[in-house]
């Protein structure tokens, strides 16, 4: 956790300097002998905390606290008005104006630290919520609320999200001409900042799919757009992204896909599981790599897996991953299952560790024989 | 723990990547190749002989150092690539982007 900030507004030098002393050991601190220096204080820098006297020269205490009341910028600041015991008709107005907290003086200073170490506490435990809360909002809007339904086909889909899990997203989309776009990705990162991204960078995917299904079902045409958009779009500047397209033709039985450096899907068939072994670089980072489109044909009782790299990266034996090996390896099992992405998660998690530390993605199709 | 740099040219830089380059250190390297770049590098050589952790956010910040340096003709050189980064490198198909050698010395005389 990072270091706290606090300000100390406070006329007297010496008590000014006491709490300096004492609070420096575990806080950023910075000092103001007044409310007029204090505003100029938090106005370089928000603090986490303001513990002010109440009588000071040029600007008091209910002066700063009625000033940082009206800017909804330091209104939540956790503030704590220092009191001296005569001025007990203040000290009730002190606590009419809604401060934290006000602590009267002489102070115990253990008493002091215990507050301030509470109200921050308060402030962290809000902060982390929110951070969740959001988290959890992303990852919803980031998955699909339904899977295509075609006769003939079966399809399951899971994912799992991690509080510190990245950017996993997923979306698809029917065409015109009766097939289906089906994008997988990873955008890099870890925790709401990654997962923020990956909101942004799936919003424009959508836009662009849409806007070249016009002209092109290439899906490595369609990888090149979003790569240039990648590498001079200044809001997703510095944004690298994993990516799978796969086109979905179920009349032909037919999956044209193209891979920027994602997870390579898998075909599952009753001879056994093998990797769709072509893939190119992933996107963002150079704006000359090329994408090429490669079809898979799917035999009556075949299947095809894609996944993120929560799954292959999932620790087995302490040091070693799972990897593609590993998944090929327990993939090829559930073709014939009810639930073949419940036997493949439950499979991955007898062989390694029995829960998964990352954001885990699965999507699986199978043409019925 | 930091990251250990080594200057081999006023362009060339060897950076030790450690034991691990993920989503805990990844701003560290970030800042670490931030100031290699005001000093005058292009060249960097990254040491992964003792790294056995690489995620994708420790990937990240790498491609962001060759977006900065790639416009200057700068390079980024992988040596001595441990079996954990040579999976993340095979799986992302960074190996295009980024050359690889046996050791530092294969990778200075390369760049040099």
Known sequence: MAEHAILIVEDDSTVRELLKYRLNKKYDVATAANGEEALEQIEQKTPHLIISDIMMPKMDGFALQKKLQDDKNTRVIPFIFLTARADEPTRRQGARTGVDDYITKPFDMEQLLNRIERLLERMQVFQTQLDAEIGRDFSNRLLPKSMPEVDGYRIFFHSEAREQGGGDLFDWTQVDDGTYFITIGDVMGKGIRAKFYAFSFLSYVRATLHTLLQESTSPAQIMSRINEMLLTDEVLEDTFASFLILNWDPADHTVTYANAGHCRPVLITPDGASVAEHSDLILGLEAEATFRDETIDLAPGHALMAYTDGLLEHPVDGTEVLGEQGILEIAEPTLDTDTPIDALLDAALERGDDAFHDDVLVYWMQREA | ?112
């Open chain 2, 1 to 112: 723990m930091g990251f250990t740099v080594e200057s081999l040219s006023p362009t060339t830089v060897v950076i030790r990547m450690g034991e691990a380059l993920d989503f805990r250190n990844a701003d560290e390297f970030k800042s670490t190749f931030q100031s290699e770049i005001e000093n005058g590098s292009v060249n960097f050589i990254l040491d992964f002989s003792d790294t056995a952790v690489l995620d994708s956010t420790g990937l990240g910040s790498i491609f962001s150092l060759y977006r900065q340096i790639s416009p200057d003709d700068g390079q980024v050189a992988f040596a001595d690539v441990s079996r954990p980064v040579q999976v993340v490198v095979q799986l992302t198909r960074t190996y295009k982007v980024f050359r690889q050698f046996p050791t530092v010395d294969a990778a200075q005389e390369a760049l040099s």
